[in-house]
Nanobody, 111 residues
Framework: QVQLVESGGGLVQAGGSLRLSCRRS????????MGWYRQAPGNQREMVAT???????NYGDSVLGRFTISRDDDVDTVYLQMNNLKSEDTGIYYC?????WGQGTQVTVSS
């Protein structure tokens, strides 16, 4: 079992930036994939970005070119840099590793 703790959410104006962090409770040995997902009110949870332990990344179409996922295994943390935020990016952002999920962090983008 791995605990995940997200941070970095908040209120930002459209066009602004935020950086989310997801800290793992322990080191993961070997290959892994971690991801950021989000859920807006009334919508299903959707994939935002994923990253593997060898650095391969994947992005949802709506965030491609605006968001960047990265990792720092020295501090067991995955980041999500979000630039040029839009009102439709509003939602709760969750960190994920296998069947482990964080508690989520709220991102609100005002237009």
């Amino acid at each position: 079992q791995v605990q995940l703790v997200e941070s970095g959410g908040g209120l930002v104006q459209a066009g602004g930036s935020l950086r989310l962090s997801c800290r793992r409770s322990r080191r993961i040995v070997g290959f892994y994939t971690m991801g950021w997902y989000r859920q807006a009110p009334g919508n299903q949870r959707e994939m935002v970005a994923t990253i593997t332990s060898n650095g391969t990344t994947n992005y949802g179409d709506s965030v491609l070119g605006r968001f960047t996922i990265s990792r720092d295994d020295d501090v067991d943390t995955v980041y999500l840099q979000m630039n040029n935020l839009k009102s439709e990016d509003t939602g709760i952002y969750y960190c994920q590793y296998h069947n482990n999920w964080g508690q989520g962090t709220q991102v609100t983008v005002s237009s």
